[in-house]
């Protein structure tokens, strides 16, 4: 007469070995990602989120493996807006913590720029007015929505966003510096030469803000003569 194994027996089997093959794709996936893997990371976390789709842990560390991902293609000017926001809808519907807010700001600021450089700049304005929204101390969202605005002709609107970004923390030398563009633009030449002069002196070494500033200068004694 042949023995049978108990059902309960079974599933209790069934449930330990599935349980450490789940500790062992989370433990491939964290090591992944400290190597840099990005790709790799993500399969590991997507097979772990097939066996717990409820892990809000597993959702995080699956949109910092696709922001990996995307900020490599990036280097080469190869990312594209949905690699960026694939990691973005992750890290939304992951744990919320300031290490994860950072990194999904992060996301929703290179959707934005890959959206831009696609041509898209309406969709590229809103995520990153969607963005001010839920963080009104996004800095750097807010920095490139003046930037967009300002190409857009939006000069007032663009100003209003760069003192914003000045008042928040008055040392962001790139508030300042972008300020004096805009007023360039506009033929406000004292009031860009102010701004210049304050983001020389609170980044002295930048390459960009001496040769704007030696450009203003020389333009204020031109008008001058």
């Not at 700049?121 to 969202?141: H, M, N, W």
Request: proline share 3%; net charge neutral; glycine share 8%.
């Amino acid at each position: 007469m042949v023995k049978r194994i108990p059902f309960l027996h079974l599933l209790a089997g069934f449930l330990a070995l599935s349980a450490c093959s789940n500790r062992s794709l989370k433990r491939n996936a964290r090591v992944a990602l400290l190597q840099g893997d990005g790709e790799r990371a993500a399969r590991f976390y997507e097979d772990a989120l097939d066996r717990d789709p409820g892990d809000a842990r597993l959702r995080r560390g699956l949109g910092e493996a696709w922001l990996l991902v995307a900020r490599d293609r990036s280097q080469d000017g190869d990312d594209k807006p949905s690699d960026w926001s694939r990691s973005a809808r992750e890290l939304e519907r992951g744990v919320s913590d300031t290490a994860s807010r950072r990194l999904l700001s992060e996301a929703r600021l290179g959707m934005a720029k890959a959206l831009a450089r696609a041509g898209d700049t309406d969709q590229a304005v809103r995520g990153l007015e969607k963005e001010l929204d839920s963080d009104p101390r996004a800095i750097a969202a807010r920095n490139f929505l003046a930037i967009l605005v300002d190409r857009r002709g939006e000069g007032d609107h663009a100003e209003e966003l760069f003192l914003q970004n000045a008042a928040i923390d008055s040392s962001d030398a790139d508030a300042w510096f972008n300020l004096a563009l805009v007023e360039w633009g506009r033929g406000r030449r004292l009031e860009a030469a102010d701004h210049m002069l304050h983001a020389s002196r609170l980044d002295p070494k930048d390459p960009e803000i001496l040769l704007w500033l030696e450009r203003i200068s020389k333009g204020l004694g031109g008008a001058e003569k």
